[in-house]
């Protein structure tokens, strides 16, 4: 995946856009060793692009670059009920001969006109998750992820979602180090998993009252212990059924969900950067056997460990 294609309409959203930019326009900088894509924006129309605040673009560059891209990412616009025929055109025929399509936010809406979203998973912001229904009935619409990635369509969520998603299409296709340097670059966390809630409520009324950030800090840094729900609630001085609750308000997930999801990137970094043998590896991030392992990373990865050890040992 080397030629990125980014599609933008009038109406375009300056965050949109400039994710897409931070994440595939990069150039090399041997402090990352990061991979350099060849990099487009495309309009319907080349020439000046309305914009959506306040500033508009100059886009170079028409649908016909579409048909050379491994990757054609689909920006926001503001007024997303009325996509172009002719983008969602040019994204159907991409995903037809093979294309990965990537739309976050309201750039959803333009895979449900190019027929993308028909009995497929996806989401998009929760502002606008009941017109999306409403719009394309056949689509899986779930409201309560961060990012959804169903065969070589991924949708996002808004904002700060779509770099989620474009993170985790990095480390799909480069491995958890690409990625984790492309985050550090960026300044953001190197991964959020897309079934995190996009909405997260705070449900702890007294505002002094202290965060999970501490504990949270010292799960990843103990992986290899007895991390189960009694455990945890009693280092949280709180009982097992006020902490679960408390944990699933802050950090939308459950404690087991959580440190399963921490073990397998700490495994991912192993595998990548050692030649460990996968039962050390399994050991050590606190899985015990390679067997369970084997099934919680195969089931997040979809992949064998020892096959992603083949594809992204550095």
Known sequence: MRNVVVLVQ??????GLGSMCEVWAEPYHPDDDNPVFDFKVATPRPGRVRGASGFDLHVEHGLDVVAEADLVCVCPKRDYLDPSPEVAAAVAAAYDRGATIFAHCTAAFVLGE???????HCTTHWRHVQALVERFPEAKVDADVLYVHDGSVVTGAGSAAGLDAALHLLRETFGAATAAATA???????????????????????CDAETLGPLLTWIVEHLGEDLDVETLARRALMSP???ARRFRAETGATPHAWVTRQRVLRAEQLLERSDKPVEWIATEVGFGNAATLRHHFSRVRGVSP?????????
Do not use: K, N, S, W
């Open 10 to 15: 009038d109406g375009a959203e300056p965050f």
């Open 114 to 120: 190019a027929g993308l979203l028909d009995g497929r």
């Open 184 to 206: 550090r670059r960026m300044v953001v966390p190197p991964h959020r998993d897309g079934g995190q809630a996009q909405f997260i409520a705070h449900a702890v009324p007294d």
């Open 241 to 243: 059924r006020t902490f």
């Open 306 to 314: 020892q096959q992603y050890r083949r594809q992204f040992a550095c």
